[in-house]
């Protein structure tokens, strides 16, 4: 498919008697991006690229239509159909055992779950899938932007991805996205036992036309639910774990400590330490003005 999208590009460009260096300029990228484009070499087109070669070549949307169909070719055959789901999808509920969900991930955390995993291939494979993930997030800001609810296992907070510095700027993105008005975040603590998914991750899917589909992952697998009665069962097991969770305003708290205690850095006190000094001063100035105000007080005589 990529192949096919280049040849595309070649015979578009030179339909319209443009050079590579003149498509190029007209679509802000060096003339050697369009070399790599055309010979389906170097990392895959984005989609902004794309629509800016679609627009400049007037392909009337032959190249976007395209773009869907290249980069699905880095993705393993379970996870395609899902993926296209998603791009539609009105709500998304997730709950997710292991990493920040894709959509709420900074780009250096995505990179670092990437480079991980039995399916990578390459490093060319790798920013593929980078580029096509921090592209899906531009649709939290879009117009027709879904609703997100997102419940996290308390050991996403915990594991550190990518180092302290990654985790702390994660966390710190994760706590100003909880804040957005179509973005729900819990958390569900350790506290909470077992439950129906335990090892394995789980988003419900509600579609434009009130329909919902289900889709469950682990590490190297994944599975697309689509009959009603399977969905069902799995969109209660959500709703199971939502009550479970903590609500929002305490899941909020629990990320800011994650991010303010386990990976503060070495030269910084942790948010539990400068709660017990804050404490502790206060009842030093305290006492002190119980000790300075003692003698003002009118002793208590025999006949009072």
């Known amino acids: ?10 015979r578009l460009r030179t ?16 003339s050697t991006r369009i070399t790599q484009v055309e010979r389906s070499s170097g990392a895959k087109p984005t989609l902004e690229l794309a629509r800016a070669l ?10 976007v239509d395209l773009w ?31 990493v920040v969900p894709g959509l709420l991930q900074t780009e250096e955390y995505a990179r670092a779950v990437l480079s991980v995993g039995l399916s990578l291939k390459s490093e060319e494979q790798l920013e593929e899938r980078l580029s096509a993930r921090l592209e899906r ?18 050991s996403v907070l915990r594991r550190p991805v990518g ?4 985790m702390r700027r994660q966390l710190a993105h994760l706590a100003r996205a909880a804040t957005k008005p179509n973005v729900t975040v ?3 603590p350790f506290a909470a036992g077992a439950h129906d998914m335990l090892g394995g991750s789980l988003t419900v899917l509600t579609l434009p036309n009130g329909t919902e589909v289900a889709y469950t992952e682990g590490a190297h697998h994944g599975q697309l639910f689509e009959d009603p009665a399977e969905v069902e069962h799995l969109a209660l097991a959500y709703d199971r774990l939502g009550a479970a969770a903590l609500p929002p305003f305490m899941s909020l708290d629990m990320i800011r400590s994650a991010m303010e205690d386990d990976y ?32 003002r007080n009118p002793r208590r005589g025999s006949g009072t």
């Open 137 to 154: 997030q531009k649709r939290l800001l879009s117009p027709k932007r879904p609703d997100l609810l997102v419940i996290l296992d308390e």
């Open 54 to 63: 679609d627009a400049a070549l007037g392909a009337d949307g032959l190249l």
């Open 264 to 295: 503060r850095g070495a030269n910084l006190p942790s948010r539990s330490a400068r709660r017990r000094l804050a404490k502790e001063q206060l009842q030093q100035s305290g006492g002190r003005r119980l000790r300075r105000g003692g003698g």
């Open 15 to 30: 339909a319209a008697g443009l050079t590579q260096a003149q498509l190029g300029a007209k679509t802000h990228v060096v």
């Open 68 to 98: 869907p169909h290249v980069y699905r070719e880095s993705f393993p055959d379970w996870s395609r159909t899902f993926m296209a789901y998603s791009a539609q999808a009105a709500a998304i509920r997730q709950y997710t055992a292991h």
């Open 163 to 166: 180092g302290d510095d990654v």
């Open 186 to 188: 819990q958390v569900l």
């Open 1 to 10: 498919m990529a192949a096919l999208f280049g040849s595309q590009v070649r």
